[in-house]
Protein backbone atom coordinates (compact mmCIF):
# COMPACT_ATOMS: atom_id res chain seq x y z
CA UNK A 1 0.00 0.00 0.00
CA UNK A 2 1.77 3.64 -0.80
CA UNK A 3 2.21 5.67 1.69
CA UNK A 4 0.42 9.44 1.59
CA UNK A 5 1.98 12.28 3.13
CA UNK A 6 0.00 15.63 4.80
CA UNK A 7 0.87 19.17 3.30
CA UNK A 8 3.20 19.97 5.98
CA UNK A 9 5.19 17.12 5.27
CA UNK A 10 5.27 17.46 1.83
CA UNK A 11 6.43 21.52 2.75
CA UNK A 12 8.99 19.77 5.50
CA UNK A 13 10.78 17.17 2.73
CA UNK A 14 10.90 19.46 -0.41
CA UNK A 15 11.36 22.85 1.67
CA UNK A 16 9.08 24.80 0.03
CA UNK A 17 6.23 26.96 1.06
CA UNK A 18 2.07 25.74 1.30
CA UNK A 19 1.35 28.28 -1.19
CA UNK A 20 3.96 26.66 -3.67
CA UNK A 21 2.53 23.26 -3.14
CA UNK A 22 -1.31 24.10 -3.70
CA UNK A 23 -0.18 26.13 -7.15
CA UNK A 24 1.73 22.59 -7.88
CA UNK A 25 -1.39 20.61 -7.14
CA UNK A 26 -4.10 23.28 -8.87
CA UNK A 27 -1.61 22.97 -12.06
CA UNK A 28 -1.39 19.48 -12.03
CA UNK A 29 2.48 18.97 -11.69
CA UNK A 30 2.06 16.35 -8.69
CA UNK A 31 0.23 13.61 -9.56
CA UNK A 32 -2.65 11.26 -7.42
CA UNK A 33 -2.98 14.14 -4.89
CA UNK A 34 -6.43 13.26 -3.15
CA UNK A 35 -8.17 16.05 -1.16
CA UNK A 36 -10.44 14.49 1.82
CA UNK A 37 -12.79 17.12 3.54
CA UNK A 38 -10.28 20.21 3.45
CA UNK A 39 -7.44 17.89 3.44
CA UNK A 40 -4.87 17.13 1.28
CA UNK A 41 -3.21 14.03 1.00
CA UNK A 42 0.19 13.42 -1.64
CA UNK A 43 1.04 10.06 -2.27
CA UNK A 44 5.22 8.78 -2.55
CA UNK A 45 5.05 8.36 -6.06
CA UNK A 46 3.52 11.73 -6.76
CA UNK A 47 6.55 13.37 -4.85
CA UNK A 48 8.91 11.20 -6.75
CA UNK A 49 7.43 11.92 -10.17
CA UNK A 50 7.62 15.68 -8.99
CA UNK A 51 11.14 15.53 -8.18
CA UNK A 52 12.19 13.44 -11.77
CA UNK A 53 10.31 15.79 -13.65
CA UNK A 54 12.25 18.62 -12.53
CA UNK A 55 15.30 20.13 -14.29
CA UNK A 56 17.88 22.48 -14.07
CA UNK A 57 17.25 25.28 -16.94
CA UNK A 58 20.13 27.12 -17.64
CA UNK A 59 20.35 30.70 -16.79
CA UNK A 60 19.64 33.42 -19.15
CA UNK A 61 22.95 35.27 -19.97
CA UNK A 62 22.85 38.98 -17.68
CA UNK A 63 22.38 42.03 -20.01
CA UNK A 64 25.84 43.67 -21.23
CA UNK A 65 25.64 46.92 -22.39
CA UNK A 66 27.29 46.83 -25.79
CA UNK A 67 30.05 49.28 -26.19
CA UNK A 68 30.14 52.23 -28.82
CA UNK A 69 32.86 52.57 -31.14
CA UNK A 70 34.75 55.72 -29.44
CA UNK A 71 35.35 58.67 -32.01
CA UNK A 72 38.91 58.31 -32.57
CA UNK A 73 40.80 61.49 -32.89
CA UNK A 74 40.18 62.75 -36.30
CA UNK A 75 36.58 62.54 -36.05
CA UNK A 76 36.72 64.63 -32.49
CA UNK A 77 38.78 67.07 -34.78
CA UNK A 78 36.37 67.15 -37.40
CA UNK A 79 33.10 67.37 -35.18
CA UNK A 80 34.56 70.78 -33.24
CA UNK A 81 35.33 72.39 -36.64
CA UNK A 82 31.86 71.55 -37.85
CA UNK A 83 30.74 73.29 -34.55
CA UNK A 84 32.69 76.47 -34.96
CA UNK A 85 31.13 77.69 -38.60
Given at each position: ????YTL ?69 ARR ?6
Amino acid sequence: MEQYYTLQEVMARLNISRDTIMGLIRKGKIPGTIKLSNVFRIPESGIQRFLEAQTVQPRKPFYVPRQRNRPTARRRARRTQVGRR
